[in-house]
């Protein structure tokens, strides 16, 4: 597994439970370490142990752990990286979700070597789609769940999206798009400030 996934997963358990709670999860896991090297590889058990030590700790199920990571990655300050990479799929949430078969190559753009789940979108008609992840790791389409919950927010779209479990190789969502424009989104611009 990509160092930046596990990173990822540290930064949402300190920034959201703080280090005590990170440093408790790790020793559970059974590792020797505090601190996650973005760069390097780590078996996908590692990742496991921490999320399965994660749950126990939390006291919830590693599915909303999932989707509270996935929404943590587009609307946390100290990840905006994320939310910028994500909003250039495009200036409307329908035209975002257009374009999450891209999304792995745009990821690859930045990290090379960071391998993300393969997304396939399909159109029902009427606001209604299904996205399809396939991945490694089984459970990351709770991650999918919650950064489409997130941008949804981010670009005043009103959206219902519900994980449907696993369709042979692949994990289903259902997203139900009530509104394109419920709410103002947050601000957005192609280029960053310079103060």
Same mark, same amino acid.
């Given at each position: 597994m990509h160092g930046m996934i596990n990173r990822a997963i540290e930064r949402f358990v300190r920034d959201t439970y703080g280090r005590d709670i990170w440093g408790t999860v790790m020793r559970r896991a059974g590792l !020797?370490?505090? /601190?996650? /090297?973005?760069m390097l590889t780590y078996d *996908?058990?590692?990742t496991h142990d921490v999320l399965s030590a994660l749950g126990s700790v939390l006291d919830r199920p590693q599915q909303d752990i999932l989707e509270d990571i996935g929404t943590y990655l587009v609307s946390h300050p100290k990840v905006e990286a994320l939310r910028r990479l994500l909003r250039f799929g495009g200036p409307t949430f329908t035209e975002f979700l257009h374009s999450l078969d891209d999304l792995p190559?745009? *990821?690859?753009?930045?990290? &090379? !070597?960071?391998?993300? &789940? !393969?997304? /396939?979108l399909r159109e029902h008609g009427s606001g209604h789609f299904s996205a399809f992840c396939r991945g490694q790791t089984a459970g990351w389409g709770h991650v999918v769940v919650g950064l489409l919950r997130a941008l949804a !927010?981010?670009?005043?779209?009103l959206a219902v999206l519900e994980h449907k479990g696993a369709r042979g190789d692949a994990e289903v969502i259902d997203i139900q798009l009530l509104a394109v424009e419920h709410a103002s989104g947050r601000r957005f611009d192609l280029g960053v400030g310079t103060g």
């Amino acid at each position: 597994m990509h160092g930046m996934i596990n990173r990822a997963i540290e930064r949402f358990v300190r920034d959201t439970y703080g280090r005590d709670i990170w440093g408790t999860v790790m020793r559970r896991a059974g590792l !020797d370490y505090s /601190e996650f /090297e973005a760069m390097l590889t780590y078996d *996908a058990k590692v990742t496991h142990d921490v999320l399965s030590a994660l749950g126990s700790v939390l006291d919830r199920p590693q599915q909303d752990i999932l989707e509270d990571i996935g929404t943590y990655l587009v609307s946390h300050p100290k990840v905006e990286a994320l939310r910028r990479l994500l909003r250039f799929g495009g200036p409307t949430f329908t035209e975002f979700l257009h374009s999450l078969d891209d999304l792995p190559a745009r *990821a690859r753009l930045a990290v &090379p !070597d960071l391998v993300l &789940p !393969d997304l /396939e979108l399909r159109e029902h008609g009427s606001g209604h789609f299904s996205a399809f992840c396939r991945g490694q790791t089984a459970g990351w389409g709770h991650v999918v769940v919650g950064l489409l919950r997130a941008l949804a !927010d981010d670009y005043g779209a009103l959206a219902v999206l519900e994980h449907k479990g696993a369709r042979g190789d692949a994990e289903v969502i259902d997203i139900q798009l009530l509104a394109v424009e419920h709410a103002s989104g947050r601000r957005f611009d192609l280029g960053v400030g310079t103060g």
